[in-house]
């Protein structure tokens, strides 16, 4: 594989001793995982009832977080009796340690988990694993009126209906009027009937005069977390690149906390690895915004690096050690940033 020199120059800063690790686990396949929706399917993945049908462990001693129930279906459709129809197609089954409805999937003779019956129903959703946990962290609840400011093409949208239990209200932006095509689809795909789409530049959204309780902004980022589903990402990038993201990002943030109500909570993500998109942004808000806290973030069985709180000379507020950063190793899956902020 090729990579590019300024790529790796800026790589091995960042990284030093911890450099041909990257590299190695970024040119791993991408472990495929699903997240069970509970809309459509009924909630019984207990420890005993996942016994025969997951391998490794079953219980992971987090399933008492969650008792999320369908609605508006009824559907006579157990989570179990989802998992045990792709088990018996030969997919095996193992549990995402830190999600109640995250199972890592695999098959000696295909990849393709988003060509079944199942999925075309909607009652399991293909999701990269670390994808699941910026909804974990926000932690929306029904009755809540909630903000997704780059919700496109809805994977955490959908997530997010689903532990709203359909009830209270979303507002999905997207300035990409294609994306919102996929977005419309996995929204009626998966039974969501809380969410109201609309196509908005998402610096704008103050535009509206609405206030949220919760706002989710996954910003478009370079996706360098992500080279395990590109490899291009080894020849594409550059440094303007970055710097042209990081802005957007930082301009994204401050309409994102403008619309929140008092001492209502944003969390901002990205798979993206790079300080500028991530600790930087995070930090421009704290200087921007006297009222903007960070909050500790606390997922159980999620492994976790230490943030960067110093790149190229300028020190980061001290909170930041607060937020989220995971490198490809900690849990197996694309790098991650998140941060939980409230306004206070």
Excluded at 32 to 45: G, H, P, W, Y
Excluded at 233 to 252: G, P
Excluded at 315 to 335: A, C, Q, V
Aim: charged content about 30%.
């Amino acid at each position: 594989m090729r990579i590019k020199k300024d790529f790796e120059d800026h790589y091995r800063k960042l990284l030093g001793e911890l450099y041909e690790k990257f590299i190695d686990f970024s040119l791993r396949p991408l472990k495929k995982a699903i997240r069970i929706n509970t809309i459509k399917v009924f909630d019984d993945l207990l420890p005993e009832n996942l016994e025969g049908i997951v391998s490794g462990e079953t219980n992971i001693g987090i399933d008492s977080l969650y008792n999320l129930r369908q609605y508006p279906f009824n559907l006579k459709i157990k989570a179990t009796d989802v998992l045990k129809r792709l088990k018996e197609r030969g997919w095996e089954i193992e549990r995402i340690a830190f999600y109640k409805y995250g199972f890592w999937v695999s098959h000696p003779g295909r990849r393709d988990i988003g060509n079944t019956l199942e999925f075309q129903l909607g009652y399991y959703y293909s999701q990269e694993a670390a994808s699941m946990i910026p909804p974990i962290v926000l932690d929306p609840k029904p009755g809540e009126t909630v903000l997704d400011l780059a919700a496109a093409p809805g994977s955490k949208t959908t997530q997010m209906a689903m532990h709203m239990e359909n009830k209270g209200i979303i507002l999905a932006v997207d300035v990409d009027k294609y994306r919102l095509k996929a977005l419309s689809s996995n929204l009626q795909k998966q039974g969501v009937i809380n969410t109201l789409v609309l196509h908005m530049d998402g610096r704008k959204i103050k535009d509206l005069n609405i206030t949220f309780d919760k706002v989710l902004l996954d910003a478009p980022c370079s996706g360098t977390g992500a080279i395990r589903k590109s490899f291009k990402t080894f020849i594409i990038w550059n440094e303007r690149m970055i710097q042209r993201l990081s802005r957007l990002q930082k301009q994204l943030i401050l309409s994102a906390f403008d619309v929140l109500k008092e001492d209502g909570i944003l969390v901002y993500s990205t798979c993206s690895i790079e300080p500028e998109e991530n600790e930087e942004v995070v930090n421009y808000l704290l200087y921007k915004k006297e009222n903007a806290r960070i909050e500790r973030i606390e997922v159980p069985n999620l492994k976790r690096s230490e943030p960067i709180l110093e790149w190229r000379g300028e020190r980061y507020f001290s909170d930041i050690k607060y937020t989220l950063r995971i490198w490809p190793w900690d849990n197996d899956t694309e790098g991650f940033y998140v941060a939980k902020i409230r306004k206070i």
